[in-house]
C-alpha cells in the first residue's frame, strides 16, 4: 500500500487536466481501505480534496453515484468536481475541517443538538425510497458479517466456540428484525462522528457533510441510527441514546418493532466490528484498532443486556468468558 503521506505520481497530470495546475498538495486523514486523501490548495486560495482509489483494490464509481443521489434528496456529500476513473482519481469539493467528532469535543454542550441532527438527516433520509441499485443488506448478510467474530476474534484470543449455536441464536435474533416490515431504506453503513462534517453556510440537514458512503447497502433503517449512536471511537452517553432513539420513533412511527430491530441491529454491528477489528489488526498489519475493542465490548453487554437478545446473550456466556472480552485488549490499548 502506497504511503499515506505522498500523492500518486499522476496527481499533478490529473490536476493540471482540471484546472488545478501547480497546487499544493497536503495529506489528510485515511481509512481502513486502500483510499487516500489529500487537500488541494491553489495559489488564489481555492481548496479541494483529492481521492486517490487506485484500482484495482478501489473503484470510485459507487463513491461518485452515491454522493449524486445524496444530493438530489436534498442531503450533502462532496461535490464531483473532475474524475480520472482509470487511475482511480476523483476531485471532490471541500467541506473545510470542523469535522463532528471533534465539534463534540470541543463543545459538549452542543452534544444534544448535534445528536438530535444527526438523527434527523437519518429520519430525512429513510423519508425516501433506496437508492436504485444497491447491494441488499439483510438476514443472509447480517450473519455472514457476524462470522468475523468466530473466525478472526476468537482465535486471537485462544477460544474455541461453538459456531453453529452462534449462528442459530443469531438467527433466532434476527429473523424476526428481517421481517419486520421497516425499509428497506439507504443505508449508509459507517455513519458516524468521524465521517461527518459541519458545513459552513448550509443550514438543517445539509449542514451535515456526509462521507465514506461508497459502502451504501439497502437495508434496515435502524442500522445507521445504531452506527451513530453507538459508535466505536466516542462514547455517546446512554441516555442521549435512548432519548434519540425514540425521537426517531416518534418522527417516524415505527414503534416498538424499530425499537426491538435497533437493539439486534447494534448488536450484531458491535458484534461484527469486534471481528473487523481484529482482521485489521492480523491480517492488514493495523493493530491500532486494538484499542477501540473495550469499547466495543462495552457496547455489545449493554446491548445484549435487552431480551430481544437472550438467546445471543445465553451464547456469549456460555462460550465467551469475561477474561477473554475486554481484558486481553486492555493490556494492548
Partial sequence: MASPMNPPESAGDFLASCGWAGARIE??????????????????????VLMDAPPPHEDPRPFISVAEWLVSVGLSAPEILARDLRRGLLLLGDFGDERLREA???????????????????????????????????????????????????PAVGLEVDAESYRAAWTEVLEPVANDGLGPVTVLRDYHAENIMLVE??????????????????????????????????????????????????????????????????????????GVFTRLWKRDGKPGYRRFQPRMWGLLERDLDHMVLAVVREWFDANVPHAFRRAPWLETA
Avoid at 487537500?39 to 481555492?46: M, T
Avoid at 429513510?126 to 444497491?134: E, I, N, T, Y
Avoid at 445539509?206 to 442500522?223: E, R
Fill in 201 to 274: 453556510g448550509r443550514d438543517g440537514v445539509a449542514h451535515f457533510g456526509l462521507l465514506d458512503f461508497q459502502d451504501a447497502l439497502a437495508g434496515h433503517p435502524a442500522y445507521d441510527l445504531a452506527s451513530v449512536l453507538e459508535d466505536a471511537r466516542r462514547d455517546v452517553p446512554p441516555q442521549l441514546e435512548r432519548d434519540m432513539l425514540s425521537r426517531y420513533i416518534a418522527a417516524t412511527g415505527s414503534g416498538e418493532a424499530f425499537e426491538r430491530a435497533y437493539w439486534a441491529l447494534a448488536a450484531q454491528r458491535n458484534t461484527r466490528i469486534l
Fill in 27 to 48: 495529506p489528510l486523514a485515511g481509512d481502513a481501505s486502500f483510499r487516500r486523501y489529500f487537500r488541494v490548495v491553489r495559489d488564489d486560495g481555492h481548496q479541494a
Fill in 104 to 154: 463534540l469535543d470541543l463543545a459538549p454542550d452542543r452534544e444534544r443538538d448535534l445528536y438530535e441532527l444527526a438523527t434527523d438527516v437519518l429520519i430525512h433520509l429513510h423519508a425516501h425510497p433506496p437508492m436504485a441499485g444497491l447491494p441488499v443488506h439483510g438476514l443472509e448478510q447480517w450473519l455472514d458479517e457476524l462470522m468475523l467474530f468466530t473466525d478472526w476474534y476468537c
